[in-house]
């Protein structure tokens, strides 16, 4: 077990974990009556999913984000850009499922793309050892293998896998086509055990139960980042703890962008030696994550507002109501998105962002969106 939970400092936790707990609380009875909770929904997971690619020194361009999630590049997407994309696909998973599907057995074998823990009796999370599923695409070994079958079965594993990522999932591993002995050693290190590394992280998942929930959220997300779960996915980590604490109640309306809190925390503190630090700097990208929440929800309410003076008294054919409901689902619209939500022509999406009075965001010239002010 990475940590000893018996020596944490609680003197020194428990105001910042308090004080953390009732700004998230505070930021989800919020959103359990609010209008605009699914419009700011999905603009928290492209925040948080650009976020998480800024925490590993990439940077990715929201515009770009929401223009590849509309299947309207203006370029090729680059490396960043998919992951980005990638990181944008699991947090709707996970907000899309229950509260408890992410860290059950299922959850973690679609999002990690590799076998999840076989859970113990009761089935609770955290607890048994860890051992890889049987996919989908594994042909079942016997004396004569049948090649129709073998090539049925592979047809099934490519169906399989596009319906998840259609579903907003992420593809599992081919596993017969990459095997992990196999694996290029340019691109993984061939002795990262990411099974025996993930069933680490869930004995801690498992021992932490006894502690609050911001305080055992934090635990995890420290661990995550001891512990290197996965090589090329380190941001499932704080999704998985958001999952959790939306699993526990506490975040039960929305999934915490805990990249986004953590962005704002100092990477001194975040990477400081000190596991008492490092655990307080987590505390505090909670605290920091509900309030930017809390800020973008006032702001969006008071932009709903001020777009709904300029509907009243329009037709009922009018598109304007449709436009308002476009911007305050995504950061930001080109005219392509609005031509193809409204199916009006570019000339009349013009017209409406002028009326609606939106804010030109990129000042370029060839491309130009707008946002809510």
Known sequence: MTYDIAKLPLETLIGPV??????????????????????WIERQNFADATAALWLEGELVHLE???LHDAHMDVRAPTHELTRAHAVLRARRQIISRAPDWALSREGLRQLTGRGAAEPAEGGREGEGSFVPALGADEPIDTDEPDPLA?????IDAVLERSTKVLEGGTAAAR???????DRPALVYDLDWDEDVRLAEWQGVLGETRQLPVILRAAVLFDTWSSIDVLQHASWLGPLLVSALLRQEGLAG????????GAKNIPRERRRA???DDRLLACIDAVQEAALAGLKE???LVLAKSQMERRLRERRVSSKLPGLAELVMSRPLVSTGMIQDRLKVSKQGALNLVSELGLREMTGRGRFRAWGVI
């Open 175 to 181: 596993k017969e086509a990459a095997p992990k002995a």
């Open 273 to 275: 030696r000190n596991r």
């Open 18 to 39: 308090a004080r953390a707990t009732e700004l998230l609380a505070r930021l989800d009875e919020r959103l359990f009556r609010s209008p605009i909770r699914e419009g």
């Open 150 to 154: 073998q090539e049925l079965a592979a």
């Open 64 to 66: 770009d984000l929401v």
């Open 253 to 260: 309306c929305h999934l915490a962008s805990l990249h986004l």
């Open 297 to 299: 929800h006032d702001r």
